[in-house]
């Protein structure tokens, strides 16, 4: 079974411009969530989507956007970018909610670079 | 969700077992206590999930007290590639939903 891809993996920026990330999940997986990681502030949740719905929502502001597509693939946008943008987004996949468990399969990542 | 601590780095060799033990002083009755595990530039990997008392997989094991107040992970003979860092969290997978917070991790180191 193919795993979480995510593209593009790596992505030059300049202030100001905006971003979309895009994840594909394990076929099967409903659930997809992105997190941002860096190296002061580690790894931070920042939303979630199931069944085209947004279910969760971390700490970010709304210049931080994502959406679900039917056939659970997902795309993260980021607009107005900032320095502080520059960050490895991970998507994770999962099963639905009913299997109680926190088992996700994460994706390589992209890493943005915003100069 | 339960505030999780663990050591910031551990040190270990070829061979051994290391055990790297997790507190959550004021974890609920229905958090779950799952480690994950990350490589550089990598996403991190589910090793193992449990409730209470032991879970053993075919990569590590977990043991939780019967106060559930913390939890430790084990991983019999570590290699070189063991090298990582190890998350700690707990949460209500049914009720957070599939929202993981992470905490600083354990730096793994393991040498020859």
């Known amino acids: 079974k193919a795993g979480v891809t995510q593209t593009p993996r790596y992505l030059i920026k300049t202030r100001g411009q905006q971003v979309t990330l895009s994840c594909s999940p394990i076929s099967g997986h409903r659930s997809v969530s992105w997190y941002q990681q860096t190296p002061g502030q580690g790894l931070q949740f920042l939303f979630e989507y199931f069944s085209e719905t947004q279910r969760n929502k971390g700490n970010f502001p709304g210049r931080f956007s994502g959406r679900q597509f039917s056939n659970s693939r997902s795309e993260m946008n980021v607009s107005t970018l900032e320095l502080g943008d520059s960050a490895l987004y991970l998507c994770a996949s999962s099963l639905e909610l009913s299997t109680a468990t926190y088992e996700q399969y994460f994706g390589p990542g992209t890493r943005l670079t915003v100069t | 969700l339960a505030k999780t601590t663990q050591p910031i780095s551990m040190d270990s060799y070829e061979g051994q077992e290391v055990n790297i033990t997790c507190s959550h002083n004021?974890?609920?009755?229905?958090?779950?206590i799952t480690w994950y595990q990350q490589f550089p530039s990598q996403g991190p990997r589910f090793i193992i999930q449990g409730y209470k008392t032991k879970v053993t997989n075919e990569v590590a094991s977990l043991f939780i007290p019967a106060d559930r107040k913390s939890s430790t992970l084990s991983l019999p003979r570590v290699s070189l590639s063991d090298t990582a860092v190890y998350y700690c969290?707990?949460?209500?997978?049914?009720?957070?939903?599939?929202?993981?917070?992470f905490g600083t991790g354990t730096q793994l180191k393991v040498e020859l």
């Open positions: 969290l707990v949460g209500d997978p049914q009720r957070g939903g599939n929202k993981l917070t």
């Open positions: 004021n974890i609920a009755t229905n958090d779950y």
